[in-house]
């Protein structure tokens, strides 16, 4: 089974400002097969970024996500308010799995 | 737009089957991939299993032996059964539709299920 670890695993930043969120894996991750979804307090998540750098239908380009092997990562280019939410990881390749979620805060 | 809508019981008992149905709306379930993910209160996301319509079918290790997903195209639903359920299984849970396996394009609404007595 890949273990994925995503770090920190709470941010506070204002408004604006540049966050950006990694996610480690175990062993080594196919680009194709990981993904980033974003969650909201009582909502279903929401893909953001599938193939590790593929943006789902619909997500703002403030979203963007990079990486290969072991070490991936979601950029929020600059942060709005409604950003607030947690985002998890995900690889699909061998097995699925997700990671234990970073949870962004807005100052 | 696709629309996933999951149903069942809220509350199932530990040691009896917990079994999930989900009606898809906007899309036939005889194309895409079909998921089932929870959330146990509070905490992140797992994986359960997933499907395509033909038949094949992929399942968590923790959890193979106790879950089954399946399709019923005539009624454009798929299902989930997880057998012998405890406390641990408390969770919501959310069928999902993926372009590739296992991914999460488009989500329902989630349903909590409690297992207790």
């Known amino acids: 089974e890949i273990v994925l670890t995503q770090s920190p695993g709470t941010l506070s930043l204002s408004p604006g400002e540049r966050v950006t969120l990694s996610c480690r894996a175990s062993?080594?991750?196919?680009?194709?097969?990981l993904g980033w979804y974003q969650q909201k307090p009582g909502q279903a998540p929401r893909l953001l970024i599938h193939?590790?750098?593929s943006r789902a239908t619909g997500i703002p380009e403030r979203f963007s996500g990079s990486g290969s092997g072991t070490d991936f990562t979601l950029t929020i280019s600059r942060l709005e308010p409604e950003d607030s939410a947690v985002y998890y990881c995900q690889q699909y390749g061998s097995s699925l799995s997700f990671g234990g979620g970073t949870k962004v805060e807005i100052k | 737009q696709v629309q996933l809508q999951e149903s069942g019981p809220g509350l199932v008992k530990p040691s009896e089957t917990l079994s999930l149905t989900c009606t898809v709306s906007?899309?036939?379930?005889?194309?895409?991939?079909w998921s089932w993910i929870r959330q146990p209160p509070g905490r992140g996301l797992e994986w359960i299993g997933y499907?395509?319509?033909?038949?094949?079918?992929n399942y968590n290790p923790s959890l193979r032996g106790r879950v089954t997903v399946s399709v019923v195209t005539s009624k454009n639903q798929f299902s989930l059964r997880l057998s012998s359920a405890t406390a641990a299984d408390t969770a919501v849970y959310y069928c999902v539709r993926g372009h590739t396996p296992g991914i999460g394009d488009n989500w329902g609404q989630g349903t909590l299920v409690t297992v207790s007595s």
């Open positions: 499907m395509y319509y033909s038949g094949s079918t």
């Open positions: 193939g590790a750098s």
């Open positions: 906007g899309d036939s379930v005889t194309s895409y991939y």
């Open positions: 062993q080594s991750v196919s680009s194709t097969y």
